[in-house]
């Protein structure tokens, strides 16, 4: 019979895989906006309608609203595209593949990351009726008439209105008069992850909204604020608006995107530090490749002679780790490699193993061609092992006993301390797969990506063993085989954010092997985490897998943490 966690894997995965994905044959729409330059801080925030009513424009004659459309600085009226990651609007509008529709006139808003990854606009007939929502950077074609259109990010239920009308036969270019924010999220080691952060306006701390990181190693995408330009700070979330500590501040220029690196301790949240030390220079926006190394370690040897409660002897602790990343980037094609190994540990000089707390060594490879924004093949490949050899140590004195796979006693040892269960490198486990990657996201609140396609997996062991029994001071020790497993694989990795408080991740992954439909390989990870104060989180962890060609038993591996925590300084 087939294990009831197949059913409820492949439940979670097809919900996963069959998701509803955004039109991109729908465009985006913008609006001049006047004398936003010289105003200190967001406070148009406060009335946008009245704010925008006085700065929207409407389109002239068709001759003067196509020369208006290619001017120069028609859409980059405060000459800031050379902080954004397209090119100008002028050559946006060019790459439009839409045919304009028999009458009908379009409206174009310019993109500064591209439009997927900014909130999408909206376009309203003058009942306040939707007419059109789409993204950035892509012309948005309606009946002529006159509209209003709403841009950038919503707050309180606000965002930029303008008002617009539009020509038959002709598009409107909506001048950039916003500001862009992009946050990248980093740990102490520099590495992308998915942390939180909230952003409140100043000088009134207004709350903006939650945000998230992102995984770029594995092919995720940073999302884009567009806010009014002002002064902002940037907050540890759950921090409190009138926060003294874990904040950053950034002002936003119009017309300008500014690139922020936020970096924090993944186990508290707190920022430790960031800024604006993202700057991207003409140059490096050529650049098609990126690689960095980064190494540390640690050194520690204790010795204890007659302490009263402390065992006499040495002790030599180690650790060390080693990370290096390299990525490509060229159109719509990404590769990502990445090289991470640590060890750690502790040596006792008694005639004792070196007893391994840490033993990663791991390499990634990733590559994806994106068809479009949200879809597109990949083809990956991982490498991971142990770098010492692995020892159980024992409270007591143990006979151990060590069969082959026959069955057969092939050694037995009396008065044993510690065991031996693998060597170095053992077991090496290979991964490939190909097949379509899908992205779809929500604001900061919902991300999920999936994935469906055909998977390898190879585990080459040698003189790797497995505790059998354990009773009267006996052990016995069985050897695992070589196994490989070919077919199709489902993922899904579903991250929500619903309040600013609790987070929940799930990674869900399904192998199917070809010759053996009825036992496949299950992995869960399920992290859940909420933020109790700004020094208390409570966080809970489940590890499971479930592979028969290890052993005919689910792995469950699961905890809950309470974690106190408070910088002094």
Not at 191 to 202: K, M
Request: one cysteine or more; charged letters at 20%; glycine letters at 8%.
């Amino acid at each position: 019979m087939r294990h009831p966690l197949f059913t409820y894997t492949a439940v979670l995965l097809s919900c996963g895989l069959w998701i509803s994905t955004p039109a991109f044959g729908d465009d985006l729409d913008k609006d001049r906006w006047d004398a936003i330059a010289e105003s200190e801080g967001p406070s148009h925030s406060k009335d946008v309608t009245a704010n925008t009513s006085d700065i929207g424009w409407h389109a002239r004659e068709n001759s003067a609203q196509n020369e208006d459309a290619h001017n120069e600085d028609a859409g980059d009226p405060h000459q800031g595209q050379h902080t954004w990651y397209t090119p100008p609007p002028e050559i946006q509008m060019t790459h439009d593949g839409q045919l304009p529709p028999v009458m009908m006139g379009g409206i174009f808003v310019p993109s500064m990351t591209g439009g997927v990854s900014e909130p999408k606009f909206q376009v309203q007939d003058s009942n306040g009726k939707l007419v059109k929502e789409s993204y950035t950077g892509s012309i948005a074609y309606v009946p002529p008439g006159d509209y209003s259109v709403m841009v950038g990010t919503l707050v309180a239920d606000e965002r930029p209105e303008f008002e617009v009308h539009v020509v038959e036969g002709s598009t409107t270019l909506i001048p950039v008069e916003w500001s862009g924010l992009v946050v990248r999220v980093v740990n102490d080691r520099g590495t992308t992850i998915r942390g939180n952060y909230e952003i409140v306006s100043l000088p009134e701390r207004n709350y903006i909204g939650l945000g998230s990181g992102a995984l770029i190693n594995e092919g995720e995408r940073l999302s884009t604020w567009l806010l009014w330009p002002g002064k902002y700070m940037i907050i540890s979330a759950g921090e409190g608006y009138q926060a003294r500590k874990n904040f950053i501040t950034v002002t936003l220029n119009p017309g300008e995107l500014s690139r922020v690196t936020l970096v924090l301790d993944e186990d508290t949240g707190n920022i430790l530090g960031g800024g604006e030390i993202d700057t991207i220079s003409v140059e490096d926006e050529k650049r098609w490749w990126w690689a960095g190394v980064l190494i540390g370690g640690s050194v520690r040897f204790n010795r204890v002679d007659d302490v009263v409660g402390k065992a006499t002897g040495q002790v030599l602790d180690l650790s060390a780790f080693l990370e290096s990343y390299f990525t490509l980037g060229l159109h719509k094609h990404f590769l990502y490699t990445r090289l991470n190994a640590e060890i750690g540990g502790m040596i006792r000089f008694e005639n004792r193993p070196f007893l391994t707390t840490v033993d990663t060594l791991k390499l990634e490879m990733l590559y994806t061609y994106r068809v479009i924004d949200w879809f597109g093949p990949f083809a990956r490949f991982s490498f991971e092992s142990n770098m010492a050899p692995v020892y159980q140590e024992l409270k007591n004195p143990h006979t151990v006993y060590k069969f082959n796979k026959n069955g057969e006693v092939i050694s037995e040892k009396t008065k044993q301390m510690d065991i031996k269960l693998s060597p170095s490198f053992s077991p090496i486990r290979l991964n490939a797969g190909i097949g379509g990657r899908f992205d779809l996201a929500f604001g900061a609140w919902f991300k999920m990506s999936s994935r469906i396609g055909v998977a390898y997996r190879n585990l080459i062991i040698r003189d790797l063993y497995i505790v059998d029994s354990d009773a009267d001071a006996v052990i016995t020790l069985v050897p695992v085989d070589n196994t490989s497993q070919f077919g199709i694989e489902g993922a899904l990795t579903v991250d929500l954010t619903p309040i600013q408080w609790f987070t929940l991740k799930v990674d869900a992954s399904l192998l199917e092997p070809f010759n053996d439909w009825y036992n496949p390989i299950i992995d869960l990870d399920v992290d859940a985490a909420i933020r109790l104060s700004s020094i208390a989180s409570l966080s809970y962890t489940l590890r499971l897998n479930y592979d028969i060609s290890l052993i005919d038993k689910v792995q469950i591996d699961q905890y809950i943490q309470l974690r106190f925590s408070y910088k002094i300084y």
